[in-house]
């Protein structure tokens, strides 16, 4: 698994599995700062990088085997844009998420395990984008920042 990359991009792919998935999150991470990203931004991508990552590996290969992860990132002056494809399973009724929290209201022991991935992407990016094209899921995700000196 070795990135592809120029100035202002980033390639990837791997296998969707739990560990080539966290092997591949770190290396995004690590390239994208490499590359240039603002260090007030990166816990915040690779936050929004892992659970959108997982939730293929999760979700999307669930009951199929899984194929590959090809995740394109492109670093820009003041923006970033991530676009995270596969061939698994597409998302139920071919739509995002809405992004609503699972309900804390409620006894300690019965606190929901999952739930939060949507909410925490929607709350990190400044967009976010679903396609399923051809057999490919297709999710796009846009950070907007501003440089600090």
């Not at 260090?39 to 979700?59: C, F, Q, R, S, Y």
């Not at 670093?75 to 804390?104: H, K």
Request: negative net charge; proline residues 7%; hydrophobic residues 35%.
């Amino acid at each position: 698994m070795t990135p592809i990359r120029n100035e202002t991009c980033l390639e990837l792919s791997f296998p969707a599995t739990e560990v080539e998935a966290s092997a591949g999150i770190a290396q995004l991470s690590a390239g994208l700062s490499q590359q240039g990203l603002p260090d007030h931004m990166a816990d915040d991508v690779k936050i929004a990088l892992a659970e959108a990552i997982n939730n293929v590996v999760e979700h999307a290969y669930d009951g199929i085997a899984p194929a590959k992860v090809q995740v394109t990132c492109r670093l820009e002056r003041d923006r970033l844009d991530i676009l995270i494809s596969d061939t698994g399973n597409p998302m139920p009724g071919y739509q995002l998420p809405d992004g609503t929290p699972a309900s804390v209201e409620t006894d300690l022991q019965d606190l929901p395990e999952g739930g939060f991935g949507w909410f925490l992407i929607n709350q990190l990016t400044s967009d976010i984008c679903y396609e399923r094209h051809q057999g490919c899921n297709r999710l796009s995700l846009r950070f907007d920042f501003e440089r600090q000196p």
